[in-house]
């Protein structure tokens, strides 16, 4: 039976961080991965739709192009070649985590992993033994029990970027990420969407404001809010609106994006604790089985591919003694990167009065802005807030909506980790001309 310092199972951006991290500590450790290096990030998440997401924005770009002194002529939009740039980067970066792991001496196994307790993996006739274990086996998309959810008109996020050609129109429910990443790209080539979601706004996590300045921005797309769907037809949606009408959207093609499941099956061995049908951690990543630690989608926390990458580091840094660290979701930030880029991190302003802390904010127009206004014109919007502490000054939240959002939300988290108060932000200089003096202006507006 080989031995291993570390048997980690689940080779997604939580696994294979895992296994780097523990491997350059001189650890001795084994990847079991049942499918593709780099699980649902690289092959069927973030990788794949960010780069459909570019090709649209490419067409769109083209399209309005005019403005800046640059015509193109015949444009237009290939499915296919967009299919296969999504393929080329994927399989780029599948190579590269592979290199990365024979690089770092992380031996790798492909195949269904069977725990048979806490020490002891199995993976077909081979047997593993393991001081500590990570579990990094991700999720899955959830499908309600809604009549017609089977018809093979519906598709998951999965489903879609196997696309052969693009629908004349396409029904999305659910407004949360997902879903209206997948509205933005369908919107920006051609094809009619509407999306159905039951919340009273898309995207709950962001700031109310900047939900309506998304959905205003998407004038392509048909929003119906509060809505809750009571069947899929093979021409189109079946739901009750806000109002308690009976309505039907047609569509040729259904997208289920209402959430996703954690993929807990086959850890009954293990005896962990399971809440809401994820694994239970603390903030360190332990469970309650000793030695064994949980990261990414799994534990339910926070799933965000960089959220996982981060609990891995903490969890190798705990069970190794590494240094110590544990996880501050205060301080996780998010993205939205359709057209327009929107992203967040920390407390939106009523996220904070529903805790009881009494805040000040400040919203800048991101069309004040010297380098926004030269590459996007007086017409393009954009907002960035920053929400503070009004006792001591402190950061707790800043969102953004508009162009170049997701480079530069790493920012905020890094203000609101540090605990930096206003005026230490107003002494930070930022490059000029450059879209990142949002953020030092919406804390020099704030009063």
């Not at 962990?272 to 309650?288: I, P, Q, S």
């Amino acid at each position: 039976m080989d031995r291993y310092d570390l048997v980690v199972v689940g080779a997604g951006p939580g696994g294979y961080v895992a296994a780097e991290h523990a491997a350059e500590l001189g650890k001795k450790v084994l990847l079991i991965e049942k499918e593709n290096l780099g699980g649902v990030c690289t092959n069927r998440g973030c990788i794949p739709t960010k780069s459909l997401l570019n090709s649209a924005k490419q067409y769109v770009h083209a399209l309005d192009c005019g403005k800046f002194g640059v015509h193109c002529n015949d444009v237009s939009f290939c499915l296919e070649e967009a299919m296969a740039w999504k393929n080329e980067t994927v399989e780029t970066l599948r190579s590269g985590i592979q290199f990365m792991m024979k690089t770092k001496k992380v031996d790798v196994v492909f195949g269904e992993a069977v725990f048979v307790d806490n020490h002891h993996v199995k993976v077909g006739d081979a047997a593993y033994e393991t001081q500590y274990l990570v579990l990094a086996t991700g999720s899955s998309p959830f499908i309600p029990p809604i009549e017609g959810s089977t018809l093979p008109n519906v598709v998951t996020s999965d489903g879609v970027l196997g696309l052969e050609r693009l629908p004349e129109s396409i029904a999305i429910i659910g407004g949360g990420v997902i879903g209206i990443e997948f509205a933005s790209f369908f919107s920006m080539v051609g094809v009619k969407v509407s999306v159905i979601e039951m919340m009273p706004e898309i995207l709950p996590m962001m700031d109310g404001e900047f939900s309506k300045l998304m959905r205003r921005e998407m004038k392509a797309v048909s929003f119906n809010l509060g809505c809750k769907v009571t069947a899929i037809k093979e021409n189109g949606v079946q739901f009750i609106n806000a109002k308690g009408e009976e309505k039907f959207i047609e569509s040729e093609l259904v997208l289920m994006s209402v959430g996703r499941r954690a993929n807990i099956a086959g850890l009954e061995p293990l005896n962990l604790n399971v809440d809401r049908g994820a694994v239970v951690v603390d903030d360190h990543m332990r469970t309650n089985v000793d030695g064994v630690y949980a990261v990414g989608d799994i534990n339910g926390r926070s799933q965000l591919a960089h959220s996982a990458s981060r609990m891995a580091q903490v969890a190798v840094d705990d069970m190794f003694g590494a240094r110590k660290a544990s996880m501050n979701y205060d301080a996780i930030p998010w993205a939205v990167y359709g057209m327009p880029e929107a992203s967040g991190c920390g407390l939106t302003q009523d996220g904070a009065l529903k805790n009881g802390i009494e805040v000040k904010c400040a919203t800048v127009q991101m069309r004040s802005n010297g380098r926004f206004l030269a590459e996007n014109g007086k017409r393009a919007s954009g907002l960035v807030k920053v929400v503070v502490d009004a006792m001591n000054g402190r950061i707790l939240g800043l969102h953004m909506i508009g162009p170049y959002s997701s480079e530069m939300i790493w920012g905020a988290a890094a203000l609101i980790e540090a605990g930096m108060t206003v005026d230490e932000v107003k002494d930070v200089v930022f490059p000029h001309p450059s879209v990142s003096e949002l953020i030092k202006d919406a804390c020099f507006a704030l009063k």
